[in-house]
């Protein structure tokens, strides 16, 4: 019981670690950079609706 | 040690020139040392053992929480006192919580934003002109997430919705709402209390209005967060035209401190304020409308909640359900019945049943077993 309780927890947390190891090295994190360093009009609601 | 400041901040040397900026550099290192020193002085008082405490001790450990954090993930004073917003390298994390990049204080990315700019970034070398449509056609960078999808799992697999019930800037916002005192939409869970009702019909039809309505957070996920942006692409579709949190933190502050923002709001701001509008007037007499129907942040952490290694476990040794008490259920400002599903997917695990349960059965935390070696039941109940 207390195997299966860690078991997939912890399954799920190294996918997410190899996740992000692999997001890393395709470049993602600069894109999340990009957009989040820039002030986002959009995401504010700052402009027209279209 | 400046040039680690001014990294930090993602200054230029010529910054510090400006007094207001060297003030917002402080006023940061004080706020960051304050709430750094609040978590510790909480931890040292094992405020956290929700058990140990009555709900009036939690609940205000709770509010000290997320103010807290709040402070501590917005405390870039330099973007509040210049209405500009944070461009160092700290925005390549993600927070767990909806805290907008765009907001003045923000150190870090929000991941529902994060997660619509990675899926919205267009690969230019496979981007082609289709003369048809006179339009360029933008083709996906990235098909997958990789990296704010693994940076939600992890997340989700230490603490599932814990994040929506203590480190949500814009839940904490919610619960301060609901503090207001006009009379509240809360509906009874209990069958004896819906039959002692007036109108025991209708209130069992709003509680099945409420239960379908909660599945639109998921169909916002799927549709505005992920699909819209994929396929359809140029926008980060949820954060433009349905997120408050973005125009509350984010917009609202920076057009009140930069005119050429404010001149440029136009019938988009009109709509975001109309929706900031609503769910803030509705955050009053119902709790959290946001987390229940639309957050998709919310959605993503639900998965998590029943296989998290934070879990509520129920001591059936010691639960009076049997006897008739309900507490838990009626205390949950979220509608769930922890006893028969003590990891509901609706659980932001706020602690409310716990601090509440007079026998003290609803145990939260990593452990498999009370101190007294009895097995927590964390399944739903049969």
Redesign the interface.
């Known amino acids: ?2 195997l299966k ?2 078991l ?3 399954l ?2 190294l ?10 090295s ?1 470049g ?2 600069g ?7 820039a ?11 279209h | 040690m400046k040039d680690f400041i001014l990294s930090l901040f ?1 200054l230029e040397e010529a910054a510090l020139s400006d007094p207001v900026v060297v003030a917002g550099v402080i006023l940061s290192f004080v706020l960051i040392a304050a709430c750094i020193a609040v978590f510790i002085t909480l931890l040292v008082k094992k405020r956290y053992q929700i058990t140990r405490w009555g709900n009036k001790t939690w609940q205000r450990t709770k509010l000290i929480t997320q103010t807290t954090w709040f402070v501590l993930t917005n405390s870039f004073m330099v973007g509040w006192l210049k209405g ?6 700290l ?2 994390i ?1 927070v767990p919580g909806m805290n ?3 907001c003045p204080g923000a150190w870090g ?1 929000c991941p529902i ?2 997660l619509q ?2 899926l919205d ?1 267009s690969d230019p070398s496979k981007s082609w002109f289709d003369p048809k449509t006179s339009t360029f056609v933008q083709y996906p ?2 098909w997958i ?10 997340v ?3 603490c599932g919705r814990f994040i929506c019930g203590l480190l949500c800037p814009f839940g904490w916002i919610q619960d301060l709402l609901y503090k207001i005192p006009v009379k509240k939409l809360k509906l009874p869970r209990d069958e004896k209390r819906i039959n002692a009702m007036k109108h025991p019909g209708r209130v069992r039809f709003f509680l099945g209005v409420d239960k379908y309505l909660r599945y639109a957070k998921y169909a916002f996920l799927l549709i505005m967060v992920i699909f819209l942006p994929l396929i359809v692409r140029a ?2 579709w949820f ?2 035209y349905v ?1 408050p949190s ?2 509350l933190i ?2 609202i502050p ?2 009140s401190m930069n005119e050429s ?1 404010a001149s ?10 109309c929706i900031l509008v609503s769910i803030v007037v509705l955050s009053m007499f119902l709790y959290r409308p946001f987390c229940r129907y639309i957050c998709p942040l919310g959605a993503i952490y639900s998965f ?1 909640n029943p ?3 934070y879990r509520y476990g129920i001591d059936d040794s010691k639960c009076n359900r049997c006897k008739g008490c309900h507490a838990c259920a009626n205390a949950c400002p979220m509608g769930v019945d922890p006893v028969k599903t003590p990891n509901s997917l609706e659980c932001i695990r706020c602690g409310t049943c716990s601090a509440t349960c007079p026998q003290k059965a609803i145990r939260p935390g990593f452990k ?1 077993k009370t101190a007294e070696g009895v ?1 927590l039941r ?1 399944k739903k109940n049969k």
């Not at chain 2, 704010?148 to 992890?154: A, D, N, S, T």
Request: aromatic share 10%; with cysteine; glycine share 14%.
């Open positions: 019981m207390k309780r860690y997939i927890p912890a799920v947390l996918i997410g670690v190899g996740f992000v190891i692999v997001g890393i395709d993602e994190a894109s999340v950079l990009r957009k989040a360093v002030i986002c009009m959009e995401c504010i609601g700052i402009g027209e609706f | 993602g500009t917003i944070y461009q160092g390298k925005k390549y993600c907008c990049y765009s990315s934003g994060a700019a990675v970034d960078k990235y997430a990789f990296y704010v999808i693994g940076f939600l799992m992890i989700g697999a230490v926008n980060p954060c433009k997120c973005g125009m984010g917009g920076l057009m923002l440029a709001a136009g019938s988009l701001t009109l709509l975001k304020c998590f296989i998290s290694l498999v097995a964390t």
